[in-house]
C-alpha cells in the first residue's frame, strides 16, 4: 500500500504542475520576451500582421529535446503551448472562441493578454484585456 499512496502523490503532483504551474511559467516566458523585446517574437507579431504566419519552430524543438532528456512535463507543456498557438493562428476553428479572441487581442495590444493556452492566468495577473479595459472605466 505504501507504493499505491506514492504513485498517487506523484500523479497528484504531477498534475498540479500541469494544470497550474505549467500556464504560468507559459505566461512569463511570453511576458519576458516582450520584456527583453526578443527579436524573433518580435518577427512573429510582425508576421501575424502582414499576413504571412509560419510554424513555430523552437518550442517544438525545446519539446523534444526534454522528451528525449525525460523531462515530460516540460516537454508536454511545450507541445501543449505549440499545438494552441499554432491551431490559434492556421487553425482556429477547432479551439474555443474565447482562446483564439484571447490572442489575438494580444497582437492588437502587446502589454496584454500573455498566456496562451490558460487565459484565466491573465486574470489571475490582471493582465486580461477586459479586466484592463473595466478599470480603465472605473478609474476615469
Known sequence: TRFYFSYIYLNMNTLFTAIILTPIVEYTIHLGLHLIKNKTHKNHHTEVH?????IERLPLIIAYICLYM?????????LQYWTIHSLIHFYPQYLPKYIVRHHLNHHKNPSVCFAICAP???????TDSTILSINDKINM
Not at 502582414?50 to 509560419?54: A, D, F, G, Q, S
Not at 525525460?70 to 511545450?78: D, E, H, L, P
Not at 484565466?120 to 490582471?126: Q, R
Open 50 to 54: 502582414t499576413n504571412n504566419n509560419r
Open 70 to 78: 525525460r523531462y515530460y512535463i516540460i516537454g508536454f507543456g511545450f
Open 120 to 126: 484565466c492566468i491573465d486574470v489571475l495577473f490582471g
